[in-house]
């Protein structure tokens, strides 16, 4: 009324039940998350504290992204997490861009390297190990590739080798 606020509503994100869970386990693999959100600054920090972020930024628009990505790329290897069209440019900068498939638009799931289709972001830290583990298998296959072939060489130097090894190595 004329004298004093008579009600106050108000409306804000809220964190998914499973946003922590996802961000220890990114934090368990050595990896820092930053949020760039074209939300209030207030709002993104609060967020922030409650989900263990190491950095967050608010008022974000595509180009701020784009540029806070294109920052972060020059120290070191950067996945973005979008869903949205706002989200499009950094997730194209972005050494891996993740799209959240279910909520997402669909800019943001075409620009983007994976697409999650369930919006889980725990599957984020399991593709992650995977892609480690896929990556020392393949160390493994190559090294032992040319080590097969070292032997070879060596065998065939020292008159030892045959056609049938050339065919094996």
């Known amino acids: 009324d004329e004298t004093q606020v008579l009600a106050l509503f108000a409306v804000a994100d809220t964190l998914k039940s499973h946003s922590r869970e996802a961000i220890a386990a990114l934090h368990d693999l050595g990896i820092q998350i930053v949020m760039l959100s074209g939300d209030n600054p207030h ?14 930024r608010g ?13 972060l790329a020059r120290r070191g290897i950067v996945g973005m997490v979008g869903d949205g069209i706002n989200d499009a440019p950094a ?5 891996i861009g993740f799209a959240m498939g279910a ?18 972001l725990r599957k ?3 593709f992650v190990r995977l892609s480690q583990a896929t990556f020392a298998i393949l160390q493994q296959n190559i090294a032992l590739a040319l080590g ?22």
Request: hydrophobic content about 55%; cysteine-free.
């Open 43 to 56: 709002t993104v920090q609060a967020i922030a504290a409650q989900a263990g972020l190491d950095d967050a």
């Open 59 to 71: 008022n974000q628009l595509p180009e701020d992204k784009l540029q806070v990505i294109e920052s």
């Open 91 to 95: 997730l194209a900068r972005a050494n």
């Open 103 to 120: 909520a997402g638009s669909d800019t943001a799931i075409e620009t983007a390297d994976v697409a999650l289709m369930d919006d889980d």
């Open 124 to 126: 984020i830290a399991r």
């Open 148 to 169: 097969i072939k070292a032997i070879f060489l060596l065998l065939t130097v020292l008159g030892y080798g045959t056609m049938w090894m050339a065919v094996f190595a």
